[in-house]
């Protein structure tokens, strides 16, 4: 296969899970600037923007930027511009300066993420999702866009959460509609961070690194002929790497970047 020249690395459980850095992992990212290959973290991180995404790293010891990051959120306004939409947005108040500047009065689009606080379906005032319900019940031809459909995550316990993917499925079911998806796994989120790496036109010379199977190593990432390298960490469980051919299997992502630098030294 093509050597690998630059890097998607994703972030909640293959970088860190929740406060807890990988063990090794910021001295690992150094090592890829040290040896000068692009990469990007690829996330589909939606309970806060890119600034405080950053700002969170930051505080973890990581020394990057906004620009070092690319967030399903980000694809998510870019689409909602792009169809120059007016969004009812379900998302936590630590996500929505990602979307300043946007129109969200008189909503024609709805527009989901992970937000737990605002899925409380007794309490009125924070029942977003059944305002979501009647917007795209009333309105036939709203879309409903989810910023990304994961099943689940690792959370700060190390156990799996439920993610947004069933509370998009609860409104696909209650509304008869089909969920656009912004964020990973689709072909065009990964077509817009390799572009971040000017990588778009040899995507055989990137690889993917993430802890889920489907949401980081599917999809798009296949059909672009990435190599995809699992890591045992975060969401990952035993035997995960049966459920897809093609996977490259690494204990951590200190290892799988290491494999990477050598390579290049090679």
């Keep these: 296969m093509p050597a690998v020249k630059g890097l998607l690395i994703d972030l909640s459980g293959t970088i860190h899970i929740d406060s807890k850095v990988i063990p090794g992992a910021?001295?690992?990212?150094?090592?890829?600037?040290?040896?000068?290959?692009?990469f990007r973290f690829a996330t589909n991180t939606t309970k806060v923007s890119s600034r405080q995404l950053v700002k969170?790293?930051?505080?973890?010891?990581?020394?990057?930027?906004?620009?070092?990051v690319f967030t399903s959120l980000s694809a998510c306004r870019d689409m909602i511009q792009t169809?120059?939409?007016?969004p009812l947005l379900l998302m936590e108040d630590e996500a929505m300066d990602e979307f300043v500047g946007i129109n969200v009065?008189?909503?024609?689009?709805?527009?989901?993420?992970?937000?737990?606080?605002?899925?409380?379906?007794?309490k009125a005032k924070l029942n977003k999702l059944n305002e979501?319900?009647?917007l795209l019940t009333n309105e036939p031809n709203i879309p409903l866009i989810a910023v990304h459909k994961a099943k689940y995550f690792a959370d700060k316990d190390e156990q799996l959460s439920m993610g947004p993917g069933g509370f998009v499925k609860a409104l696909e079911f209650a509304t008869g509609k089909e969920a656009i998806i912004a964020g990973k796994p689709t072909k065009k989120f990964f077509e817009l961070a390799l572009e971040q790496?000017?990588?778009?036109?040899?995507?055989?010379?990137?690889?993917?690194?993430?802890?889920d199977v489907h949401n980081d190593l599917g999809g798009g990432a296949k059909e672009l002929g990435l190599h995809r390298y699992l890591v045992q960490t975060g969401k990952?469980?035993?035997?995960?790497?049966?459920?897809?051919?093609?996977?490259?299997?690494?204990?951590?992502?200190?290892?799988?970047?290491?494999?990477?630098?050598?390579?290049?030294?090679?």
């Design 26 to 38: 910021i001295q690992a990212i150094e090592r890829l600037k040290a040896n000068n290959i692009p």
């Design 56 to 68: 969170k790293l930051t505080n973890l010891g990581f020394q990057v930027t906004e620009k070092d």
């Design 83 to 86: 169809k120059q939409l007016r």
């Design 105 to 122: 009065d008189q909503p024609n689009a709805v527009v989901i993420g992970l937000a737990p606080s605002k899925f409380n379906y007794e």
């Design 132 to 134: 979501a319900f009647r």
């Design 197 to 211: 790496i000017n990588m778009l036109d040899t995507p055989e010379n990137v690889a993917i690194i993430g802890d």
């Design 236 to 266: 990952y469980r035993q035997q995960d790497e049966d459920k897809d051919e093609g996977l490259k299997v690494f204990k951590s992502v200190v290892e799988a970047i290491d494999h990477v630098i050598e390579q290049n030294r090679a």
